[in-house]
């Protein structure tokens, strides 16, 4: 059994082409202990996390870089994506969502994460950066 907590990080520059790394980083995380399911719903997570922060807190600005953060313990794991973007309030903006369009083609992110996370914040760091930080829960497979 592995020793918690677990945790890593990576830096990738503003551009969604970095979304690839990132996937693949995280892809090489991944514990046999955690449900596949929970595992694919994070990985989701993290690409609308990712997304957002270059189309949205970034709007594309290539000079700044998105920091990711990963934590695994024995009960949960926890993505911390950290953006350089202007304030945002995600419990505000959750609230004025309009249902979910299921044929349009963006717009369906924050609700996903939302769906997905038990825990769900979006935080101003004393740095002036952003911080979206998602909590999954799990279960330990036995027999694995």
């Not at 004025?96 to 997905?116: E, F, H, K, S, Y």
């Amino acid at each position: 059994m592995s020793k918690f907590p677990l945790s890593a990080s990576l830096r990738v520059p503003t551009d969604l082409s970095a979304l690839a790394r990132v996937l693949d980083w995280f892809d090489g995380l991944e514990s046999p202990i955690v449900p596949q399911r929970i595992w694919l719903q994070l990985k989701t997570a993290l690409a609308e996390a990712f997304t957002n922060a270059v189309r949205h807190a970034h709007q594309g600005e290539s000079a700044l870089t998105v920091e990711i953060h990963f934590e695994q313990t024995a009960e949960f794991l926890r993505l911390k994506v950290i953006d350089c973007g202007p304030r945002f309030d995600l419990e505000a903006k959750l609230q004025d969502l309009p249902d979910v369009d299921l044929n349009a083609t963006g717009g369906r992110g924050l609700r996903l994460m939302d769906c997905i996370a038990d825990e769900l914040c979006y935080t101003r760091l004393e740095d002036n950066r952003n911080c979206l930080s998602l909590l999954k829960r799990y279960q330990i497979q036995s027999g694995s």
